[in-house]
């Protein structure tokens, strides 16, 4: 074996070529003034192809009839088949690529962008809009993080994402730093503030953060808990207080059924005025939701601490400038208390917020607002302050009162005390 091996010589990769069918279609389509297609919505489709690049790419093993099959070679060119758009050729196209990549599609079917586009979007990304069918390079090469399909329309995100600490390193150190798909899925993409899926994902890279926090942060396990990792690692974000709608049998997020939205209708009948929810208005809502299609359930507000926005949940510091100052949250007046919401997860995942206004953090009354969320030090309840002071006053008053009344009978008990003796002593 060793023999022929050596009497066979060097082996050579087989160079990459058309079969003799797509070279019939590149003898048009290659040629670089070959005229465009004009489409119904007033724009044109290039119909040129670029045959070297194509060789180079992901879909070299596919000729061009597997994925154009619907192509009457009889009619092809000669007649002009009408196309309304590019996102209905992509549309048209969506079945040709399950036909290879069919668990892909799966996962795409149960993401949010397949959401979006089954309730009628025009501009949620299907495979086309992220995939070059023609020119798509496999995703194992290393290229400039521009590159990435997500920045073509998560444009403001991602313009965040470049200058904070994953997209520098993302450009220094190449795959050893996360980008888009590492955080959010590439196919399976989910709304980012479902639950606790935020919280999740810094932990599949930051797996031992709980015990680096707990050398210096008390109630680690509360703080992971209520407040969002950036929240602190965004120092500069706006933050705001969401009183997310929880069931406590499941202890789920609570999520919109999808074609019976409830959610907007019922806060807009609280806040008419649209001046924010009040506590009346959240134990109302409370109720509405816990009675819920005839089953009586227990509805509860879980509080979590956030930034206002995507684009400040991408602008995450170098760790040694995270807030680590206890008194940006724990004081009376904290900026972080000044924005309330309360939320709902949409049927899609997505949140569904309204304003609340930020004294329920502060009432006596607001017993649910209260439990959903209570930082020490500063969803003050002034009541509760008073009774404290009260209690206080009336403990050292009380010593004070008790002190006073021995001194002043004192000398009262001593002549007491010496007839007591006296008496004994002569029966």
Not at 358 to 381: H, P, W
Not at 402 to 422: C, D, P, Q, V
């Amino acid at each position: 074996m060793l023999a022929c091996c050596l009497l066979a010589g060097p082996a050579h990769a087989k160079t990459a070529e058309f079969s003799d069918e797509s070279k019939a279609c590149l003898k048009c389509h290659e040629k670089p003034d070959i005229a465009a297609k004009k489409l119904e919505d007033g724009k044109t489709l290039s119909m040129h192809i670029r045959g070297a690049d194509y060789l180079a790419a992901q879909h070299v093993e596919q000729d061009c009839t597997d994925c154009h099959s619907d192509l009457d070679d009889k009619t092809h060119g000669k007649v002009s088949t009408p196309l309304a758009s590019r996102r209905a050729l992509m549309e048209s196209m969506q079945e040709t690529c399950r036909d290879c990549h069919k668990k892909r599609q799966k996962l795409y079917d149960d993401g949010l962008h397949a959401a979006l586009v089954k309730q009628g979007s025009d501009k949620a990304p299907l495979c086309a809009n992220c995939h070059d069918a023609h020119y798509q390079a496999s995703v194992k090469l290393l290229e400039p993080i521009d590159k990435t399909s997500c920045a073509a329309c998560h444009d403001k995100v991602f313009a965040a994402y470049k200058a904070d600490v994953h997209g520098l390193a993302r450009v220094a150190k190449g795959k050893d730093s996360p980008i888009c798909a590492d955080c959010h899925q590439s196919h399976d993409n989910k709304a980012a503030s479902l639950g606790d899926g935020q919280k999740d994902t810094c932990l599949k890279c930051h797996k031992d953060s709980a015990d680096k926090h707990a050398q210096w942060l008390p109630n680690t396990a509360l703080h992971f808990e209520a407040i969002s990792c950036v929240t602190c690692h965004s120092p500069d974000a706006k933050r705001r207080v969401n009183l997310r709608l929880y069931d406590s049998a499941t202890d789920t997020q609570l999520r919109e059924k999808a074609g019976v939205p409830q959610f907007v209708q019922r806060v807009k009948a609280e806040d008419v005025a649209n001046v924010g929810l009040t506590e009346a208005d959240l134990d109302s809502l409370l109720e509405q939701f816990g009675n819920e299609g005839g089953t009586k359930r227990k509805v509860f507000l879980r509080g979590r601490l956030e930034v206002q926005s995507g684009v400040e949940a991408h602008q995450l510091a170098p760790k040694d400038k995270a807030l680590k100052a206890c008194d940006a949250c724990h004081r009376l007046g904290s900026a972080a208390f000044e924005s309330v919401v309360l939320s709902i997860a949409s049927a899609d995942g997505r949140p569904l917020r309204h304003a609340v206004q930020n004294q329920v953090l502060g009432s006596v009354t607001a017993f649910d607002s209260v439990r959903g969320f209570y930082a020490l030090g500063s969803t003050r309840i002034k009541l509760l302050d008073w009774l404290l002071g009260l209690a206080v006053a009336g403990s050292i008053a009380g010593c004070l009162a008790h002190m006073t009344a021995r001194r002043l009978t004192r000398g009262l008990r001593e002549r007491r005390a010496a007839a007591s003796n006296t008496g004994r002593e002569n029966p």
